[in-house]
């Protein structure tokens, strides 16, 4: 095995790594801007720097070469090395900014020459708290310059496409984002124009920068040139709590970052998992903050009349009441329930329950694939977070033709999230004389034309999992309150960060924006307790754990292993009872 | 991976701007002598240049629709290198260096000179779009500074006022400007030896 000494500290190692990346997988620091572990290393930013060396070995002998005092001898390299895209070789030696004053010196140097046209405009750059050129030039920088002259001066605000917005005089010229357009997207859209002091990214003369995964370059860029046309100036950094969470805008179970202030889910950003998507994530992915924030159902509401034009609010106790009175006086072969594969695996699980010990029967299901809406890479058919959930529950698929037989031959009907009508799959017609119960967490176009909407948590809002097209399960977390959660008492919410006696705090300002929803699982715990059933559902966990027991596939799958392995592939796809 | 999105490859270049059949065959050959594709591009905008004069976006997007290479590639090579011309010039260009040493040695006043002469702004063309005079970085010619290049071809040096109206005149009766051997200094041989005499 080879053998490497950095900084004075020998390891081991196999095979060809890059410097960089060895240095960094051994929690030891370099600063760096253009190098990306998922692209190709052009080592153009210099930032990298560190000395390299080798242990001179005698040709005929093999033996170390010794100097006077008996220690081996080095014969350096003749300049500092980039050590982004530089090969580990046996016997190599070593020297970081920890323990070597050139090394400090070239980055000092190196970063002093990045920022002689910066505009260090970090008070209002939407990267300031995050952006590795301050983090950088805080801990290795210059304290001032030595350039006298004036800026030089390129185009600002400029709209490279619909959702990414350049300031080019923040760019360094790293080329992380049209290696990303080459290597990784392969939409080739961007490219560096003029040269010298002058450069900068930009798209051919007359094409528009709309690649589906474009805003992962404004993740992408290490300073705040490339940044995002929706959310630029919309919040600090430090201001909003970072939460990992899971795209839901389609099967493949991207994991992000929601990051929110105030109960808004201001902006998503990717989390990397090198199962699932790696850094990345689709632009559609991000608009979910709509489905969060935007047209949400609060408070349950009922039409009291089947001629009335709007539903009124109503209490929790009233809706439960009036479900209990409905169940009751209706013949349960007039009764439809549904599930979803918009809702995670512990809400299909517990609705499922419910159904079965009240309804006498078992939930069906409606996919919702788009045939050729995939690309092979984050985008696919499945427009659904959770298809394989519902079939690993069992749930009946049902086609578009049999879903509307069983609505047409039915009274009453629950579903949960789907928006038929919508999708063209029933229309508001259907609906009529029904009793339509609907569980959603959107003002859909089933939720106006519903007898009763039950508000439910989204996503962004309750620890649920969540199974992929890969059969990977997967969970969430609470990013933001409803109006039931206090998120200094539910210990799951991320708060901000630590401040310096290590208490949590954050930046919200007001307490504005819950929601007046509920878990799906305590709805229906409560539910079964009119009917005089002592289930309790608390939390995800209780729905998951009563599943472990029944279903094998989810057999010691616990929320724990899934943070723990970043998602868990599930041995088995089929079916735990296939008949409904 | 993913290959989504428009590929960004010229949909429709204009119909005024096409390579004749031997232009075509001429890259053929170019490309054939290449591993990739991508390092015909700059053969590839000498075609262009040369046949049209210029290598306006349009051209670039004829460029990469010929190659088949994504545009936007086309257009950073086209744009990088200031010997590409990414707009119509005039039928001389004129690149008067003013760099550092010919800086020193009166460049910008040469280039006043011109503007006078040509009646144009540097950067400008003339009316009768004879001349473009654009100011140049360090030509790699500095031991005959002060200098320019004439449309990317022949060098004229240790300008002068006067030889610079020379030059103008024999431009615009069709001549170019005649090549001048210019003598490098030799090193001093007793210095050589003086140098080379370590093992003495
Ligand atoms: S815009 Fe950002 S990612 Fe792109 S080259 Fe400039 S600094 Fe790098
Ligand atoms: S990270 Fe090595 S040169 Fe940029
Ligand atoms: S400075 Fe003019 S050629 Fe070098």
Redesign the interface.
């Known amino acids: 095995m080879a053998e490497i000494v950095i900084d004075g500290k020998s390891y081991s190692f196999e095979g060809k790594p890059k410097l960089l990346d060895f240095i960094l997988s051994k929690d030891k620091e370099v600063p760096f801007f253009c190098y990306h572990p998922s692209m190709s290393a052009p080592a153009n930013c210099r930032m990298c720097m560190v000395k390299v060396g080798q242990y001179v070995k005698n040709r005929d002998t093999g033996e170390y070469e010794l100097d006077e005092h008996g220690e081996r001898q080095i014969r350096w390299f003749p300049k500092l090395q980039t050590s982004c895209n530089m090969d580990m070789m046996d016997d190599m030696i070593v020297h970081t900014h920890e323990t070597d004053n050139l090394v400090k010196r070239a980055h000092k140097d190196t970063l002093e020459m990045i920022l002689i046209n910066h505009p260090l405009d970090c008070p209002i750059c939407d990267q300031a708290g995050e952006c590795p050129l301050q983090i950088q030039t805080y801990k290795y920088g210059p304290e001032g310059s030595r350039f006298e002259v004036k800026k030089q001066h390129k185009p600002k605000h400029v709209q490279l496409g619909p959702r990414v917005t350049l300031d080019a005089e923040r760019c360094i010229n790293c080329t992380r984002c049209?290696r990303f357009?080459d290597?990784?997207?392969?939409?080739?859209?961007?490219?560096?124009?003029?040269?010298g002091d002058k450069n900068h990214p930009?798209?051919?003369?007359?094409?528009v920068f709309?690649?589906?995964?474009s805003m992962n370059t404004i993740d992408l860029c290490p300073v705040g040139a490339l940044t995002s046309t929706d959310f630029r100036f919309k919040a600090r950094v430090w201001e909003m709590n970072q939460t990992p969470g899971l795209d839901i805008t389609n099967g493949k179970g991207v994991n992000v970052d929601l990051w929110t202030r105030d109960n808004l889910v201001l902006r998503i950003t990717p989390r990397h998992n090198p199962h699932v998507n790696d850094y990345w994530m689709t632009d559609k992915g991000r608009d979910a903050i709509q489905l969060y924030n935007e047209n949400r159902l609060s408070t349950p509401s009922l039409r009291l009349h089947p001629k009335d034009k709007d539903l009124v609010m109503t209490s929790w106790d009233n809706t439960l009441q009036t479900i209990q009175e409905i169940v009751e006086s209706t013949d349960s072969k007039q009764i439809l329930s549904l599930g979803s594969p918009y809702a995670s695996v512990e809400e299909n699980a517990a609705w499922a329950h419910f159904s079965q010990t009240i309804l006498k029967q078992k939930p069906s299901y409606t996919a919702h694939v788009e045939k050729g809406a995939g690309?092979?890479?984050?985008?696919v058919d499945d427009q659904a977070p959770n298809t394989a959930g519902c079939d690993l529950l069992g749930l009946k698929k049902r086609t578009k033709a049999a879903l509307k037989k069983a609505v047409s031959e039915s009274q009453v009907i629950f579903s949960l999230h789907d928006d038929y009508i919508e999708r063209g799959w029933i229309t508001k017609e259907d609906l009529k004389g029904k009793t339509w119960i609907y569980f959603g967490t959107n003002l859909t176009q089933i939720a106006n034309a519903a007898t009763l909407t039950v508000p439910i948590t989204c996503a962004a809002e309750h620890t649920a999992s969540y199974i992929n097209v890969d059969q990977r399960i997967q969970r969430t977390y609470p990013a933001k309150e409803t109006k039931y959660t206090n998120r200094r008492l539910d210990l799951e919410m991320s708060e901000g960060r630590l401040d310096r006696f290590g208490t949590k705090f954050d930046h919200w300002v007001n307490e504005d924006n819950k929601i007046d929803c509920k878990p799906l699982w305590e709805i229906v715990s409560d539910l079964f307790s009119l009917w005089g059933q002592t289930i309790t559902y608390r939390h995800g966990r209780d729905v998951l754990e009563s599943l472990n027991q029944t279903i094998t596939a989810l057999d010691g799958i616990t929320y724990q292993a899934m943070d723990d392995h970043r998602g868990v592939l599930l041995s088995t796809s089929e079916p735990q009872e296939a008949s409904t | 991976?993913?290959?989504?999105?428009?590929?960004?490859t010229a949909t429709n270049p204009p119909t005024s701007y096409s390579f004749t059949k031997e232009q075509l065959k001429e890259i053929e050959a170019l490309k054939a002598k290449y591993p990739e594709v991508q390092a015909v591009t700059l053969p590839v905008l000498w075609i262009a240049q040369d046949s049209f004069g210029h290598v306006n976006?349009d051209v670039?997007?004829l460029v990469?629709k010929t190659l088949d290479l994504?545009?936007?590639?086309?257009?950073?090579v086209a744009?990088?290198y200031t010997q590409y011309f990414k707009e119509p010039k005039g039928k001389h260009v004129l690149d008067v260096c003013t760099c550092l040493s010919c800086g020193l040695s009166g460049g910008v006043d040469i280039v006043r000179h011109l503007e006078k002469k040509l009646g144009i702004n540097v950067g400008e063309t003339t009316a009768d779009g004879q001349f473009t005079l654009q100011e140049a970085e360090c030509l790699g010619a500095c031991g005959y500074a002060p200098m320019m290049q004439i449309t990317n071809d022949v060098y004229v040096n240790h300008l002068t006022p006067e030889k610079v109206d020379k030059v103008l005149d024999q431009l615009i009766s069709g001549s170019t400007p005649d090549f001048e051997s210019i003598a490098m200094p030799l090193v001093d041989s007793t210095h050589t030896t003086k140098r080379g005499g370590s093992n003495e």
């Open positions: 049209t357009t290597e990784i997207s392969q939409s080739h859209q961007l490219t560096i124009t003029r040269r930009t798209t051919a003369p007359g094409t709309d690649d589906p995964y690309d092979g890479f984050l985008l | 991976m993913a290959k989504k999105g428009s590929k960004n976006p670039q997007a990469a994504p545009e936007s590639h086309v257009h950073g744009e990088f």
